[in-house]
């Protein structure tokens, strides 16, 4: 390359954030922590098998705060993964590219993840 | 992994001021990237304060303005001045966009310039593209028909198949797309961009082309066409309003289809 020792134009630093990237960025996030709290669950469902003290500590260890805010927080996260996931299944088969509609839809998605937790929530609560 | 910083020799320093010297009340702050190959220093940021009063209403104008009466030393392409050439793509107001047709009435505040992102630069606002031209050239954009040339015969289209068309001939290869893209950025070597996908897809998608099978086994790659994310960035960031994402999709359709 002729111009190899140029500096680079800045890039992440000034480019604007749009409904779209910023969805993007958050699905590759969640997905990466959804990974590792499938992973968790499984060790979870597993420590079952050790008996009934394993599970009573695990069992603590949720029912604190922390516990509970992130077992809130993977409803969220599964969510989120589950309505942007819809989105992309609906790109997969050309449509939703519109430039209106993909802002719409990415707004509905951010939104409904949060009403989607919610339901979660109270499903978890046995409030139906 | 990719380097989400700049680089040593790329960070912005804080440049010039030049201030007013007309006594203007309608003053605008433009913030303009700058870096000379010949100082050996960084790039900075200039500051020019310019007399909106007295200038056109397009972003070009506002550089051609400063380029006659503050600081002759600026560099940046230009051609037609009607969103046509495509030379003036450049960062605008943290987007993608050609300062020949893009309002400076529309920003608020201080507007800041950036050449397009993530490319070596060549001088100030001109930013080195050879990488995507030498991809455009790959996807060969010209008709390969099974004519041998002997026949004497017109090769026809039909009004419909001339539609299909529509939205992919007009791209004008002004690069704000590929620029705007983080996966572009990261894998700018590998992966083709929005603006060489979707020169490939209208090729593809041409009736009068005999190579379409050929063409779609070209692009199918992992690096070259599923790098593409569905960020959105390119659609965003189109100048003359076409739709890359939606090209790559159809182009991913095609073969998941075929």
Known sequence: MQYKNNPLSPHLQIYRWHVSSLLSIAHRIVGVANIIAVTFICFWALSLLLGEETYELTNFYLNTFFGKFLIIFLCWSFSFQILNEARHLFWDIGLGFDLKVAKITGILTFFGSFILTILFYLVGKNIF | MAQFSLPQNSKIEVGNYFKDKTNSKNLKKINVY????????????????????????????????????????????????????????????????????????????????????HLKVIKDLIGDLSTLYKQYESIQPWLKVGQTGQEKVEIQQSQKDREKLDGYYECILCACCSTSCPSYWWNGDKYLGPAVLLQAYRWINDSRDNDKK??????????????CHTIMNCTNSCPKGLNPAKAIGSIKKMLATS
């Open chain 2, 34 to 117: 700058r870096w000379d190959p010949s100082d050996g220093k960084n790039p900075r940021v200039d500051t020019f304060e310019v007399d909106m009063d007295n200038c056109g209403p397009k972003v070009l104008d506002i550089l051609i303005k400063i380029k006659n009466e503050i600081d002759p030393s600026i560099t940046f392409r230009r051609s037609c001045a009607h969103g046509v050439c495509g030379s003036c793509a450049m960062n605008v107001d943290g987007i993608n966009t050609l300062a020949c047709i893009k309002s400076h009435s529309d920003i608020n505040g201080d507007l800041n310039i950036y050449p397009l992102p």
């Open chain 2, 214 to 227: 050929e063409r779609l086994k070209k692009v199918a790659d992992e690096l070259k066409l599923y790098r």
